[in-house]
């Protein structure tokens, strides 16, 4: 099976565990006292840092190329809308997102020009959005159906998008090419929040317990392997709003969330690695 390490930081209430892109630092929430924030922690050992500090704020995702910066939402005025903040603490919450509706950034583009994000609206339910630089910042849905669509995360080239829609009634996996939005599903037996390799060439995504792949080949044409189960755990379930895991650069180390056994509210961020990896590890190839 697979193997479990603990992060060095004490059982709390842990959501939405998101690396930098150096991977050196690690963003998530807190649910403390009834209020969330985000904190950043340095990888292995911490410090951990506070980047919040009014309103509820939730699911930090680290701006590209260089993470500088962190997208995260927060009620700060009224709704949920989308902020960025320098991980520095040295200007205030820039507003990037807003508007009467609920609102909760997905993913950046990999250029850092553009940012999906949902969007819960009255009639339509969950939509996709993107807002981009170049529009002067003006927000526009780009999957809005009569169904939820959520979680739209951008494949590392920016030519697509992976989401969870249930349009066939059961929650599953599409990708959708950018930005001629053309659909083809990916799951088949149920599916929630995506989450690319970062070489593109994988796709995982949650059911219940389970971590699936899917290998994907985008040239010379998108084609689709069978989803094949990685591995089975007792980690922290999705959540309406965002993932609970991240994926390593080498796609061989997963960052969850792991339920505390002894504390209900609380939990541990945890590194899963890989059972393949681990698999050579215990049975060498070739010879010795």
Request: glycine share 8%; with cysteine; charged share 25%.
């Amino acid at each position: 099976g697979e193997v479990v390490e603990s992060l060095a930081l004490p059982p709390q209430a842990y959501i939405h565990p998101r690396l930098s892109p150096d991977e050196r630092r690690l963003a998530f929430t807190i649910f403390e006292g009834g209020i969330y924030h985000i904190w950043v922690y340095d990888l292995p050992s911490g410090p951990a840092t506070q980047l919040t500090t009014e309103s509820q704020n939730f699911l930090p995702l680290w701006m590209p190329p260089d993470g500088q910066r962190v997208a995260f939402s927060s009620f700060r005025a009224g709704p949920l809308n989308v902020y960025r903040l320098p991980v520095d603490g040295s200007q205030p919450a820039q507003t990037l997102v807003e508007g009467p509706m609920d609102q909760v950034a997905s993913c950046w583009a990999p250029d850092g020009r553009g940012l999906l994000f949902e969007e819960l609206n009255h009639d339509s339910g969950f939509d996709i959005g993107i807002i981009t630089v170049e529009d002067s910042n003006t927000p526009r849905l780009l999957l809005h159906e009569g169904w939820h669509e959520k979680h739209g995360v951008f494949s590392p080239d920016g030519r697509w998008i992976a989401y969870q829609s249930d349009r066939e009634d059961a929650e599953e996996i599409y990708v959708v090419s950018y930005p001629e939005l053309v659909t083809k599903k990916i799951s088949t037996s149920g599916g929630h929040n995506p989450v690319w390799s970062k070489d593109g060439k994988e796709l995982f995504y949650r059911v219940g317990n389970r971590m699936m792949t899917v290998n994907i080949e985008t040239e010379p044409e998108l084609k689709v392997a069978d989803p094949e189960l990685l591995f089975d755990g007792r980690l922290l379930a999705t959540d309406s709003w965002g993932s609970n895991y991240d994926v390593s650069s080498d796609g061989q180390r997963f960052l969850m969330v792991e339920e505390d056994e002894e504390q209900p509210s609380a939990n541990q961020l945890v590194v899963v690695l890989n059972w393949f990896e681990e698999l050579e590890r215990l049975v060498p190839t070739g010879n010795h």
